[in-house]
């Protein structure tokens, strides 16, 4: 989920529903030590439980929505990458383009944004609409293989603006 994502030189990474923290681990383990590292999660207990388990992470109580409220509040112009672990494809088509259009102004241009989806959510009419979503918002997509040791298997997907 993380490769390519040049976390190390990164001065802002957010990461869209960090829930239990699988990702939250890795990317600390990816990035530098100056990196600014934000969080945004709307479950209560997930922000009580991510922030004992990561103080280094800046866990903010709310919608993805509100990323640009939030990098704007780091006083740097624009994230370097976004990591996301929201179910796209379980989301109105209003909400899902919302929180997207937000995503993309809050990237530099060249910035990237990654997320998986389960490979058979892809192949759904919701799934489908995020991928044509992602090509009107970004200069390139990439989709990985199946990553087939996930249950259920899944694709990543990598988004340059």
């Keep these: 989920m993380l490769a390519d994502c040049r976390l190390d ?3 802002l990474v957010v990461e869209l529903g960090p829930g239990t923290g699988v990702f939250t681990r890795e990317i600390l383990r990816a990035v530098g030590a100056q990196t600014r590292v934000l969080a945004l999660e709307v479950d209560a207990s997930a922000v009580a439980r991510l922030r004992r388990a990561f103080p280094r992470v800046e866990v903010i109580h709310d919608s993805a ?3 640009l409220r939030y990098v704007a509040q780091t006083g740097l112009p624009h994230a370097d990458c976004v ?3 929201l179910p796209w494809s379980a989301m ?3 909400l899902q383009a919302r929180i ?3 995503v993309a102004a809050a990237l530099w241009p060249g910035g990237t944004f990654c997320t998986f989806a ?4 892809r192949t759904l ?3 489908r609409r995020y991928r044509r979503l992602l090509k009107t918002l970004f200069r390139e997509v990439r989709i990985s293989r199946g990553v087939w040791l996930n249950v259920p298997p899944a694709v990543v997907y990598r988004c340059v603006k």
């Design 65 to 67: 929505e509100a990323i």
């Design 92 to 94: 109105p088509a209003a």
């Design 83 to 85: 990591i996301s672990g």
């Design 118 to 121: 389960y490979r058979l959510a």
């Design 9 to 11: 030189t990164a001065a």
């Design 100 to 102: 997207m259009h937000n």
């Design 125 to 127: 009419p919701a799934g």
